[in-house]
Structures are given as C-alpha cells and as structure tokens.
C-alpha cells in the first residue's frame, strides 16, 4: 500500500516562498521516479515538476522554471519542491504522485499513486 502525505502548504504573499515536502511510505522509493501535480479551481489537474529516481535529473512545466526546485531525499523517502517567487496564479492544491514503475524514464502519464494534497495559496 503506498502512501504519499504532502505538507508545508499555506498562504503566501506574491513573491515568497513555501517549501512543499511529500513522505512517502514506498517500498524501494529511490527506485521510483517522483512528481508534483496542482490542481486549480475550476481547472485540470496538470503537472509541475518531476525528478527521476536517482535524483540525476529534474523536469519542470515552462510557467515554474527558474522560480521552483524538485528535489529527494532518498534515505527519508521524501521529496520536496522548493517554490520561490510565487505567483497568485501558483495558487492550488499540490500533489505528490509516485511513478506506476520502478528505474524507468520520467513519462508524466506513468504517474499513478497520488497524495491527499496541500493547498497552497499566494496573495497579490
């Protein structure tokens, strides 16, 4: 049974900065490549940001590059997404989410165990 649990969300003013933390409780975590999803109101699901499993290498949707960082923590079977600059329009819940498939490529259909959520919210 896998189980992710986001937190560290909150209310933020435009231009801070949260830092989103996800414990995952996955047999073999470093062998899976992990994402963040956020979803907002009235919108699709969409993807953030990805890091595969060895931690080599990081993906990032165009509107967050350069302002958030994805990163592990293997021996915690933790990951984390550092967001700075923030944006009203970053307001959302955030998801962690665990690929369906150990040591493969980062693909973001391939995701499919997911967290609760956190809400983050950024003021103007």
């Known amino acids: 049974q896998v189980q992710l649990v986001e937190s560290g969300g909150g209310l933020v003013q435009a231009g801070g900065s949260l830092r989103l933390s996800c414990a995952a409780s996955v047999r073999i ?4 490549n992990m994402g963040w999803f956020r979803q907002a109101p009235g919108k699709e699901r969409e993807f953030v940001a990805a890091i595969n499993w060895s931690g080599h290498s990081t993906y990032y949707t165009d509107s967050v ?3 958030f960082t994805v990163s592990r923590d293997n021996a915690k079977n ?5 967001m700075n600059s923030l944006k009203p329009e970053d307001t959302a819940v955030y998801y962690c989410a665990k690929d369906s498939r150990p040591f493969g490529d980062v693909v973001e259909g391939n995701f499919d165990s997911w967290g609760q959520g956190t809400q983050v919210t950024v003021s103007s």
């Open 78 to 82: 933790t990951v984390y997404l550092q």
């Open 29 to 32: 975590f470093s062998g899976y």
């Open 65 to 67: 590059k350069g302002r």
